[in-house]
């Protein structure tokens, strides 16, 4: 291999590195060093000092970052020039580079070709566009995969995953860690010190299609895992309840991943359950060992992963992987449907919550079409802007898109880019170029904290997991539906809402919402308790209180954790059939779930009724006062406009009212961030702002404005 070419200083660099370097400033590195990570469950970035990018050759000066995936690879070499000028143009100042580049980087087991990525990074460089550099390890090449085919998943039936996508690794091979480290070390040596660099992305995606991994490898470390959790098997036996259907281990050897039990069968929930828990773990070791690495060798680069805080990805459990991390960064694409724009408010929140608050970095997303929806619908006008502004609104200081220009062949073919196939004399790549002036304006947002709401929904990845698992009382309960559902009520009451991790410091806010709280593990409840004595106002809903953290029920009658706090004992669930209604007294319509609700407090009050189904007479909605707060439960899916009734009395109740002017509830949503006011159009319609935003102004459809 040969030896990276730019030394430390000025003199020895590249011919375009001097050229860009003799207008530019010396370095310049945001915040302190990172400290050690935390272990501990819910470690988030709160909890340690936050590194932003490491800016090079610019005075200090507030900035969005704006750019792309940048996937040069896919085209020959006199492309790369129209691409700098159109990133130019458009105001582009940061790529991601190398993600999926492996196999081009080193082409055979000592075969090493940099010479593409050198002029790429030198021509960047010298346009002044910053790189986020991949460590390139997504997506093994297949010289690696054909010599060692023991690093392929296998997926809960013994079925390889073989190579012809991407991302066919096992987290736990050492022999795939081994080759890994050794191109994050190539890396890190050829482009530490390189004047381009701003940030190492640590691979891509983690666990969007390796998140399980079945094989004796993984076997291997889940038993590691279990030992270290459990200590002992008469441990482990208790926590999984393996009396039941003759389960019994009697030494860690015996004990396997949740591998294929056959048709109909009921696997053991508490094994699955840790199962999850294992393999969002063994991603997280992945990325541990390749970010230690990266700070061995350039200890001044910040270094991050991209997340996936989506509806559609729960593998991973970000509250605990957020403290890991230099600064966190989140990929988020629009899901089609009428709660499409709340869904992205609702991940970009989470994400800030996660960022605890600090500013964070939209690492992808799209600037229309995707590709792998089964219908891959186009963004109308306004969305691209809106879209991007909108987490921008919830903190996130770099807005970045897959990706550059749209590839010619390919899986990602017909995936939306800055440059579509039909060029730069387009409407998409217009509003590319409006969006980054946009930025430019909005320059003087960056690094402003997002501002906490007074009330939050409190999301946890475990209760995701527990309450979508089988066993279940019924399938029809989804979490993140319900979670996303109350977020709803609350824009279109006009409340603010933060969407923050179980784990956080969530006593700072008046009223908390825990939607499908499945899992309460030991402490909690008396968590929740002490909260509400002080003055602080609990919700919960059906399907809450029900298991500790090893899955095991609550005896005495459900919700059992909660019973004493919210005052009320239900002996039996009652789930609804799909065709199936139960109308509630105050208007609003139940589905999926209903309860038989006994009060066993006489100052629980009843706040609505069933007028209709098996129900009918019997509590609904229910508020146990207690200290200076409350306790209330919901005890069916209401969807979110039958939630917005009863949060609207609730809120209320707890002291919590909107901030927008009544005519603007609903039509906007508002966001914080310091003194900045975002104003995001929620409807297809100009919605007349003056009352916050001065006189006669008019917020166009699909639009966002910022206010001081
Ligand atoms: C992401 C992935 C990108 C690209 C994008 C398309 O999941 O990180 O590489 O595939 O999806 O939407």
């Given at each position: 291999m040969a030896r990276p070419r730019w030394p430390t200083t000025a003199a020895g660099r590249s011919p375009r590195h001097r050229a860009a370097s003799r207008a530019g400033a010396p370095e310049h590195r945001l915040g302190p060093r990172c400290r050690a990570p935390h272990e501990e469950r819910g470690a988030t970035v709160?909890?340690?000092?936050?590194?932003?990018?490491?800016?090079?050759?610019?005075?200090?000066?507030?900035?969005?970052?704006?750019?792309?995936?940048?996937?040069?690879?896919?085209?020959?070499?006199?492309?790369?020039?129209?691409?700098?000028?159109?990133?130019?143009?458009?105001?582009?100042?940061?790529?991601?580079?190398?993600?999926?580049?492996?196999?081009?980087?080193?082409?055979?087991?000592?075969?090493?070709?940099?010479?593409?990525?050198?002029?790429?990074?030198?021509?960047?460089?010298?346009?002044?566009?910053?790189?986020?550099?991949?460590?390139?390890?997504?997506?093994?090449?297949?010289?690696?995969?054909?010599?060692?085919?023991?690093?392929?998943?296998?997926?809960?039936?013994?079925?390889?995953?073989?190579?012809?996508?991407?991302?066919?690794?096992?987290?736990?091979?050492?022999?795939?860690?081994?080759?890994?480290?050794?191109?994050?070390?190539?890396?890190?040596?050829?482009?530490?010190?390189?004047?381009?660099?701003?940030?190492?992305?640590?691979?891509?995606?983690?666990?969007?299609?390796?998140?399980?991994?079945?094989?004796?490898?993984?076997?291997?470390?889940?038993?590691?895992?279990?030992?270290?959790?459990?200590?002992?098997?008469?441990?482990?036996?208790?926590?999984?309840?393996?009396?039941?259907?003759?389960?019994?281990?009697?030494?860690?050897?015996?004990?396997?991943?949740?591998?294929?039990?056959?048709?109909?069968?009921?696997?053991?929930?508490?094994?699955?359950?840790?199962?999850?828990?294992?393999?969002?773990?063994?991603?997280?070791?992945?990325?541990?060992?390749?970010?230690?690495?990266?700070?061995?060798?350039?200890?001044?680069?910040?270094?991050?992963?991209?997340?996936?805080?989506?509806?559609?990805?729960?593998?991973?459990?970000?509250?605990?992987?957020?403290?890991?991390?230099?600064?966190?960064?989140?990929?988020?694409?629009?899901?089609?449907?009428?709660?499409?724009?709340?869904?992205?408010?609702?991940?970009?929140?989470?994400?800030?919550?996660?960022?605890?608050?600090?500013?964070?970095?939209?690492?992808?997303?799209?600037?229309?079409?995707?590709?792998?929806?089964?219908?891959?619908?186009?963004?109308?006008?306004?969305?691209?802007?809106?879209?991007?502004?909108?987490?921008v609104a919830h903190g996130a200081d770099a807005v970045c898109f897959f990706q550059w220009r749209q590839s010619a062949g390919g899986a990602e073919k017909y995936h939306s880019a800055m440059v579509p196939h039909a060029g730069t004399d387009t409407a998409v790549f217009r509003a590319v170029c409006e969006l980054g002036a946009t930025l430019r304006d909005l320059a003087r947002v960056a690094g402003a904290h997002r501002t906490p709401a007074r009330a939050a929904i409190l999301f946890d990845w475990e209760s995701w997991w527990a309450a979508e698992q089988d066993p279940r009382p019924s399938d029809r309960v989804r979490y993140r539906q319900e979670a996303l559902d109350w977020y709803t009520a609350f824009l279109d009451l006009g409340i603010r809402a933060d969407v923050t991790p179980l784990d956080a410091d969530w006593e700072r806010y008046d009223l908390v919402v825990a939607p499908l709280l499945h899992m309460v593990p030991g402490g909690l409840a008396a968590r929740l308790t002490v909260y509400a004595i002080a003055g602080g106002h609990v919700v919960t809903t059906y399907c809450s209180g029900i298991v500790d953290e090893h899955d095991h029920v609550w005896l005495g009658g459900y919700p059992g954790a909660l019973c004493d706090l919210l005052g009320i004992r239900i002996e039996e669930f009652a789930p609804l059939l799909d065709d199936e209604r139960a109308e509630l007294d105050n208007g609003t319509t139940g589905t999926v779930w209903s309860d038989r609700i006994d009060l066993t407090d006489p100052a629980t009050e009843v706040l609505a009724r069933y007028r209709t189904g098996e129900q009918a007479g019997r509590p609904a909605v229910t508020r146990r006062p207690t200290g200076s707060g409350s306790a209330a439960y919901v005890s069916t899916r209401l969807g979110a406009g039958g939630v917005a009734a009863i949060l609207d009395e609730l809120a209320g109740r707890a002291g919590v009212t909107s901030e927008l002017p009544p005519e603007l509830r609903g039509a906007v949503e508002l966001a914080v961030r310091g003194p900045h006011r975002f104003l995001i159009n929620r409807t297809d319609r100009p919605v007349d702002v003056s009352a916050v935003a001065g006189a006669a102004t008019i917020l166009g459809p699909r639009a966002v404005i910022v206010v001081r």
């Open positions: 709160q909890d340690q000092d936050h590194r932003w990018l490491r800016w090079p050759t610019e005075p200090a000066r507030r900035r969005i970052a704006f750019g792309a995936d940048y996937n040069p690879e896919q085209w020959p070499p006199h492309v790369w020039d129209d691409d700098v000028r159109a990133m130019r143009a458009a105001g582009l100042n940061i790529v991601s580079l190398g993600i999926f580049s492996w196999a081009r980087i080193q082409p055979g087991a000592d075969v090493w070709d940099f010479t593409w990525l050198d002029e790429v990074m030198d021509l960047l460089h010298a346009n002044s566009i910053a790189v986020d550099l991949a460590t390139g390890t997504a997506s093994p090449p297949h010289w690696l995969t054909t010599k060692h085919p023991e690093i392929l998943p296998v997926d809960h039936e013994g079925r390889t995953v073989w190579p012809g996508a991407r991302q066919h690794w096992r987290p736990t091979s050492p022999v795939f860690r081994e080759h890994a480290l050794r191109l994050v070390r190539a890396m890190a040596e050829r482009y530490g010190r390189h004047p381009a660099l701003v940030a190492w992305h640590v691979s891509n995606e983690f666990g969007c299609h390796n998140a399980y991994d079945y094989s004796d490898a993984a076997a291997a470390a889940f038993r590691d895992w279990l030992r270290a959790r459990y200590r002992s098997t008469a441990a482990l036996n208790r926590a999984w309840t393996t009396a039941v259907w003759s389960q019994r281990y009697s030494d860690w050897a015996e004990i396997l991943p949740p591998r294929w039990t056959g048709a109909g069968s009921q696997p053991n929930p508490a094994q699955r359950l840790d199962f999850l828990r294992f393999s969002s773990d063994a991603l997280r070791e992945h990325l541990r060992a390749e970010r230690d690495l990266l700070r061995e060798l350039t200890p001044e680069v910040p270094v991050t992963t991209n997340f996936m805080v989506a509806a559609s990805v729960r593998a991973v459990d970000y509250a605990r992987w957020a403290g890991e991390v230099d600064f966190v960064a989140n990929d988020h694409y629009v899901v089609p449907g009428p709660q499409g724009l709340d869904e992205l408010s609702f991940s970009a929140n989470l994400t800030g919550n996660l960022a605890g608050g600090r500013p964070w970095f939209l690492m992808e997303h799209s600037t229309s079409a995707v590709s792998w929806q089964p219908i891959n619908v186009a963004k109308r006008p306004g969305e691209l802007a809106r879209d991007s502004l909108t987490h």
